[in-house]
């Protein structure tokens, strides 16, 4: 069954519903979650209908293949409401296919678009009152697969399920960001997962942003798993240099999430006639141009923050503070998505998605 509309999903409705406990002023990143989930099981070879039902949560046993062999993916998303009351989305399609690009490398079985995208609108139909209009405020989505068929053999599994869970958030970067340049461990590996949006990928960036925390710093700057040479990316974001009136970024690689933001980022620079080059960037070039003037800005892209200024980098025990400018490009490609993303400007793009 690879065809559905959003009318055929089944709702139970939560008899406790936590809206009008909840604080839209004062909202954190992904820590309030919403009345309903949507939920879809993988199970005799194909997957089940979606439903929508309350959040709450998940039974599964011991020998479930989640806890022993990570087989778990997700999606990072945001719903928009305009002055009006109308929903959006951004670039949704984006999601679904990197979704199905991530579990096509992880041997988890692909979810039909159909399920994703009308389930979603099913969705956040229930729960459309749980996206905020605070200002900088939007309800954060995230899908994610992961395995429930059981056993300790070493091979995948037999089951599955895919949940879509919301979060009404707030800014999730609030202040200045400071970076440390990483030059001991690895993000990612050639021929590895690092392109997908694997649990396990996250998991392992922890100790080592922690290190970092413990010198000052908020986030790392991950480089190449040989060399150390080159920046690839910024915490869990794409990561943008600006040298001169030029913006660098890395080019996507087995290494390097093929973001979304990313991708929207380089087109509104396009479009505003910013110079762009897609190329490895050296942590020396990097250096060099902060040391003669020439580093105007760093900035990491990625669907929580939209876009995270960062205000200086450490690199081998040495600190370097970007200028303030007053029109930054990290600020004017962050308006210029943000207003599409929230229906305040056209469109050219066709990047917003009414629901």
């Avoid at 800014?171 to 960001?177: D, H, I, N, S, T």
């Avoid at 141009?289 to 980098?313: H, Q, Y």
Wanted: neutral net charge; charged residues 30%; proline residues 5%.
């Amino acid at each position: 069954m690879n065809s559905i509309n959003k009318n055929d999903i089944k709702v139970f409705r939560t008899e406790n519903s936590k809206l009008d406990q909840t604080d839209f002023e004062n909202l954190a990143f992904g820590q309030i979650f919403s009345d309903h989930m949507l939920t879809c099981d993988f199970k005799d070879g194909i997957w089940q209908k979606p439903i929508i039902e309350p959040y709450g949560p998940i039974s599964l046993m011991p020998s479930a293949k989640i806890f022993h062999y990570g087989q778990s993916i997700f999606e990072g998303m945001k719903a928009y409401k305009d002055k009006d009351g109308k929903v959006f989305l951004f670039r949704p399609m984006e999601n679904v296919k990197r979704l199905n690009k991530s579990a096509k490398r992880l041997a988890i079985p692909e979810l039909p678009e159909v399920f994703f995208m009308e389930g979603l609108k099913a969705l956040l139909e229930v729960e459309k009152d749980w996206i905020p209009e605070k200002e900088g405020s939007s309800l954060y989505i995230r899908p994610f697969v992961f395995a429930t068929g059981e056993g300790f053999h070493a091979s995948p599994a037999n089951q599955y399920k895919f949940i879509i869970a919301l979060a009404p958030s707030g800014a999730y970067f609030a202040g200045k960001v400071k970076v440390l340049i990483e030059e001991k461990y690895s993000r990612s590996a050639n021929g590895g997962v690092g392109y997908a949006k694997a649990g396990g990928n996250y998991a392992g960036q922890f100790y080592p942003t922690q290190l970092a925390k413990d010198k000052g710093y908020q986030q790392v700057i991950w480089t190449d798993d040989t060399s150390h040479e080159y920046i690839e990316e910024a915490g869990a974001m794409n990561v943008f240099v600006r040298i001169k009136d030029t913006l660098l970024t890395s080019p996507t690689s087995d290494r390097i999430l093929d973001g979304v933001t990313r991708k929207s980022v380089l087109k509104i620079a396009e479009d505003e006639g910013i110079k762009t080059e897609v190329r490895k960037v050296k942590v020396s070039e990097i250096v060099e141009a902060a040391r003669n003037g020439d580093l105007k800005e760093m900035f990491g892209a990625g669907t929580a923050a939209v876009i995270s200024p960062i205000s200086g980098f450490g690199f081998r025990d040495e600190d370097f503070d970007l200028p303030e400018l007053e029109n930054s490009y990290a600020m004017r490609i962050k308006k210029r998505i943000v207003d599409i993303q929230t229906n305040k400007a056209e469109d050219p793009f066709g990047w917003r998605v009414q629901v």
